[in-house]
T-cell receptor
Framework: EPEVTQTPSHQVTQMGQEVILRCVPI?????FYWYRQILGQKVEFLVS????????KSEIFDDQFSVERPDGSNFTLKIRSTKLEDSAMYFC???????????????FGEGSRLTVL | AQSVAQPEDQVNVAEGNPLTVKCTYS??????LFWYVQYPNRGLQFLLK??????LVKGSYGFEAEFNKSQTSFHLKKPSALVSDSALYFC?????????????FGRGTSLIVHP
């Protein structure tokens, strides 16, 4: 069964460092997302990506965050200068080309745990 | 803004007994509702969804959920729990039309099924 893969599974970084989290969505999917979950809190939407551009972003997704799909397979989330409060589990998700894009379910990766010291 | 509430951080049930995991939502207009499950060290997996039609929807692993518009609820149920059902369960809502279609998730409910 096709799946979304994420790397690394766990990254520890120093405050102020840049981090890139990588995702390989399911190959025929068209919609891509990043969510995050701070320990014990709800899963929060960060950004959605469609047709090679950001389609929607939350207020969490400020100027220190960026996404790109550089080669048609990878979908990356970059955090330019990490803060302590960026420590969280980051989930990538993708959604297929269903007839109505709003009703399709998301397929999630296993997550990348980011620890900022 | 749309939101989801999962009022219980943890639900404990004995194997073989029925289980319910509660979810209420808030959204403008008609909702699309989803349940996802997360097993340890895994990503969220889709269980079932309500889009339109019959209020009782059936999903994977014997789970079902009932959409109740008047109570704005979408509780997850299973007639007979298994130990292997122990996991973290997330409810999500999105709008059926207008505005953001991005699913908004709750904080999750930990289901523990005791042998």
């Amino acid at each position: 069964e096709p799946e979304v893969t994420q790397t690394p599974s766990h990254q520890v970084t120093q405050m102020g460092q840049e981090v890139i989290l990588r995702c390989v969505p399911i190959s025929n999917h068209l919609y891509f997302y990043w969510y995050r979950q701070i320990l014990g809190q709800k899963v929060e939407f960060l950004v959605s990506f469609y047709n090679n551009e950001i389609s929607e972003k939350s207020e969490i997704f400020d100027d220190q965050f960026s996404v790109e799909r550089p080669d048609g397979s990878n979908f990356t989330l970059k955090i330019r200068s990490t803060k302590l409060e960026d420590s969280a589990m980051y989930f990538c998700a993708s959604k297929g080309p269903s007839g109505n894009s709003n009703t399709g379910e998301l397929f999630f990766g296993e997550g990348s745990r980011l620890t900022v010291l | 803004a749309q939101s989801v509430a999962q009022p219980e951080d943890q639900v404990n049930v004995a194997e073989g007994n029925p289980l319910t995991v509660k979810c209420t939502y808030s959204v403008s207009g008609n909702p699309y509702l989803f349940w996802y499950v997360q097993y340890p060290n895994r990503g969220l997996q889709f269980l079932l969804k309500y889009i339109t039609g019959d209020n009782l929807v059936k999903g994977s692993y014997g789970f079902e959920a009932e959409f109740n518009k008047s109570q704005t609820s979408f509780h997850l149920k299973k007639p007979s729990a298994l130990v292997s059902d122990s996991a973290l369960y997330f409810c999500a809502v999105s709008r059926a039309s207008g505005g953001s279609y991005i699913p908004t998730f709750g904080r999750g409910t930990s289901l523990i099924v005791h042998p």
